[in-house]
């Protein structure tokens, strides 16, 4: 049914233990997505997941503690089950002596109890409508029906059990452990209507989808501890830079590629939530968007602002109608302006103390007028924008309302010397590089027709030296790559992005989109640029992208007019 494929802990297994069936069934185990899921701190969850292996069939797939991240949530469901034919099921495991006494769920016994905030049926739920939004968001066809469910193995439910929030269909307790497949089938069962339901729809794009998910989840850590963990001086001036504007309610911090503006954007907006603000932390571009959520999810929630995410989408959780993605109107102008309308009419407490924006340079000055009516207070509402002017790639106009001159960040921790020393031909600002010697830059001629042709080959070449797929982005400065587009048509933007997190292949992007981001290994395919105004900030941002290796495809007499227009200019 499906190939088998491991990278990191993620993968096809099988579970190994004693085999139960199920009657009717056959004997042999599910797929299940981890190879050895982490149990340490729940028995509980450990022991449901050993029954279930234990009885359901092969086709099923089971996945253990499933993070889903976005904008408006951050869950974590214990167990899911995949049922091909039947439908999803969404299982919350509380372990310990589970009650409830005048409405109220707790653990513990009478002398010892320990109220839970929500009921284990209600978490379920809460699991499974953010498993069926994530997943309408990135898949033509939702595997349905989603039906959630909470497993006590540790309780026994009274005989007499009759609560109205907590059917007893859908609590398994201790003495369902035995027959906890036939229970879930026969929930499954109950809840299919052929009307609405196909048994026939595919698993292995959801497969695909979660798993993307499951790496990106593990990777983005990764990312941001290789950050917060440098010992390298320029992570501790960023530290003192922000000390040193603790007082400052609005400030703009402006830097070129690879200061570590993003790194600092996250920062600041971490210690405004501790110091007890309700803060928004937004940019315009989705890829980078994604990469705030992930790396925000990895904060104790107490830590975390209260809103993550795209400018733009913060008007969809306060009720906007999506729009067409081609309607260049309706983002520039009409969505902001609801957004603007949404905000004004809006209760004071719904609107933020603070607001972090990212990648600022992006906002026209109609979105800045947006950002600070979703402000409590729009005079002295604290703001901060941080911002590359040599980054502004987009033709709109706006500076954020700031009265105070932006601080400059001038040293470059992120590209190697030798990418550093091209971008200084490229930029109107002189930095101080940081970081190490590495691979010489490379560059191919052709003409601008053959250039895709040509990146291609030099992405293929660069996994005959050894460089794991997962490391290449291949980036486009015209049209898109035909592999980009196939991508984004067949799947969508959302699982697009999760592609690039999951690190599983070689990643084709076009420069406009990539922002905030970098790969160690990148193609730059010089394919077209079509505003030449804008053509040295476009190279620019291209090649900051590339962390170690830089490969720059193209007609080099074009380039080097860019270059030597720069100089000039």
């Known amino acids: 049914m499906w190939g088998v494929r491991s990278r990191s802990r993620i993968g096809w297994f099988g579970v190994g233990g004693p085999l139960r069936t199920v009657p009717g069934y056959a004997s042999v185990m599910p797929h299940c997505i981890l190879d050895e899921p982490d149990f340490a701190s729940s028995p509980a969850e450990r022991v449901v997941w050993e029954k279930l292996t234990a009885q359901l069939p092969d086709d099923v797939v089971l996945l253990h503690g499933q993070r889903l991240t976005d904008d408006r949530s951050d869950v974590e469901i214990d167990v899911l089950v995949l049922w091909p034919g039947r439908g999803a099921l969404v299982l919350e495991v509380k372990g310990g002596v589970v009650g409830i006494d005048d409405g109220r769920w707790y653990t513990g016994s009478a002398h010892a109890r320990h109220p839970l905030r929500r009921s284990p049926l209600e978490q379920a739920m809460i699991g499974k409508n953010t498993l069926y939004k994530y997943l309408r968001d990135r898949l033509s066809v939702v595997f349905t029906p989603v039906v959630h469910a909470a497993v006590l193995p540790y309780t026994f439910l009274p005989d007499d059990w009759d609560v109205p929030d907590a059917p007893r269909d859908r609590l398994f307790d201790g003495r369902d452990l035995d027959v906890l497949g036939e229970r879930i089938a026969a929930l499954l069962t109950e809840a299919f209507d052929p009307d609405l339901d196909s048994p026939f729809i595919p698993i292995d794009p959801t497969i695909r989808t979660l798993r993307r998910t499951h790496a990106a989840m593990e990777n983005v850590p990764l990312f941001a501890r290789q950050i917060e963990d440098t010992a390298d001086s320029l992570a501790i001036e960023q530290e003192r830079l922000l000390r040193v504007l603790r007082h400052h309610p609005r400030a703009q911090i402006s830097g070129g590629a690879g200061t570590g503006k993003t790194h600092l954007a996250l920062m600041k907006a971490r210690s405004l939530v501790l110091e007890g603000k309700k803060v928004a932390l937004m940019c315009y571009s989705r890829g980078l968007g994604r990469y705030l959520q992930l790396a925000v999810a990895q904060w104790p929630h107490e830590e975390r602002p209260a809103y993550t995410g795209l400018f733009h989408d913060l008007a969809f959780t306060w009720g906007a109608e999506e729009g067409a993605d081609d309607d260049s109107d309706f983002w520039e102008v009409r969505l902001p302006t609801e957004l603007k309308r949404r905000a004004d009419d809006r209760p004071r407490r719904e609107l933020f103390d603070a607001i972090v924006i990212d990648e600022g340079q992006d906002f026209s000055s109609l979105w800045w007028e947006a950002v600070q009516s979703c402000l409590r207070n729009q005079v002295e509402g604290t703001l901060y924008a941080f911002t590359d002017e040599q980054q502004r790639l987009f033709p709109r106009e706006g500076d954020a309302p700031i009265s105070l001159s932006p601080f400059q960040l001038d040293e470059n921790l992120r590209n190697s010397v030798q990418i550093a020393e091209v971008l200084s031909h490229l930029s109107t600002e002189a930095s101080i590089v940081r970081n190490d010697h590495a691979f010489d830059v490379e560059w191919v001629e052709c003409g601008e027709s053959d250039s895709v042709d040509a990146a291609d080959d030099a992405v293929e070449r660069l996994m005959d030296e050894g460089w794991v797929p997962g490391d290449i982005a291949l980036l486009t400065t015209g049209r898109r790559h035909p592999e980009h587009k196939n991508s984004v048509d067949a799947?969508?933007?959302?699982?697009?992005?999760?592609?690039?997190?999951?690190?599983?292949?070689?990643?084709?992007?076009?420069?406009?989109?990539?922002?905030?981001?970098?790969?160690?290994?990148?193609?730059?395919?010089?394919?077209?640029?079509?505003?030449?105004?804008?053509?040295?900030?476009?190279?620019?941002?291209?090649?900051?992208?590339?962390?170690?290796?830089?490969?720059?495809?193209?007609?080099?007499?074009?380039?080097?007019?860019?270059?030597?227009?720069?100089?000039?200019s």
């Open 491 to 568: 799947h969508g933007h959302a699982d697009y992005w999760e592609q690039f997190f999951a690190q599983e292949d070689v990643f084709y992007g076009h420069v406009l989109g990539f922002k905030g981001l970098e790969r160690p290994a990148v193609v730059l395919c010089v394919n077209g640029i079509r505003d030449q105004d804008r053509a040295p900030k476009m190279l620019y941002t291209g090649i900051s992208r590339a962390t170690t290796k830089l490969v720059v495809v193209g007609d080099m007499e074009e380039i080097a007019a860019i270059r030597d227009a720069t100089v000039k």
